[in-house]
């Protein structure tokens, strides 16, 4: 996910898809934790998009 594409969309927008990638998340560690992730770098790349979104949200709470 890029920051242009996340800076385009609404805070209702990225309340959503921060919600989304907590559960995809939750879900990467679960299947790690059960042995069945087959690219463990997929966590690294939601929790990086997660902190993105937030910083996003961040910034569009204090304007």
Do not use: C, H, W, Y
Not at 35 to 43: A, F, S, Y
Not at 46 to 53: C, F, N
């Amino acid at each position: 996910m890029d920051v242009k594409e996340l800076r385009q969309l609404t805070a209702q927008e990225l309340l959503e898809k921060e919600k989304q990638l907590v559960q995809e998340l939750f879900n990467f560690r679960f299947q790690l934790g059960t042995g069945r992730l087959e690219n463990p770098m997929q966590i690294r790349k939601a929790k990086r998009d997660l902190a993105r979104i937030k910083t996003v949200l961040r910034e569009v709470s204090k304007v």
